[in-house]
Nanobody, 126 residues
Framework: QVQLVESGGGLVQVGGSLRLSCSAS????????MGWFRQAPGKEREFVAA????????YYGGSVKGRFTISRDNAKNTVYLQMNSLKPEDTAFYYC???????????????????WGQGTQVTVSS
């Protein structure tokens, strides 16, 4: 079992930055990959970023590449999403998720993730 709690969402102006955090508990944090997804009203849940267990490899969705950075601190059982140059289309509920499979490369599909946090709202105002 893995429990995930996101924090750090809020209201920010276009071009601003936010850093989301996701604190994990339960199963050993360094044993599984982590991902971030987002979902806007009326839209499908979208892959944002993922990081493997050892933090050596990261993956990004096309719409955030170059603006967002995923990182993790295994000593603190926390994964982060640094979001820069925010746009109105980044407005969504953001979720962290745990991929507990044995794959070395984390999934980019939501079906790859067995555990999810409750989400945190990010609103970018123009």
């Amino acid at each position: 079992q893995v429990q995930l709690v996101e924090s750090g969402g809020g209201l920010v102006q276009v071009g601003g930055s936010l850093r989301l955090s996701c604190s994990a508990s339960g199963r050993s944090f360094s044993s599984y990959a982590m991902g971030w997804f987002r979902q806007a009203p009326g839209k499908e849940r979208e892959f944002v970023a993922a990081i493997n267990r050892g933090a050596g490899n990261t993956y990004y969705g096309g719409s955030v590449k170059g603006r967002f950075t995923i990182s993790r601190d295994n000593a603190k059982n926390t994964v982060y999403l640094q979001m820069n140059s925010l746009k109105p289309e980044d407005t969504a509920f953001y979720y962290c998720a745990a991929d507990i499979s044995s794959r070395n490369v984390p999934g980019i599909r939501k079906e790859s993730y067995a555990y999810w946090g409750q989400g945190t709202q990010v609103t970018v105002s123009s």
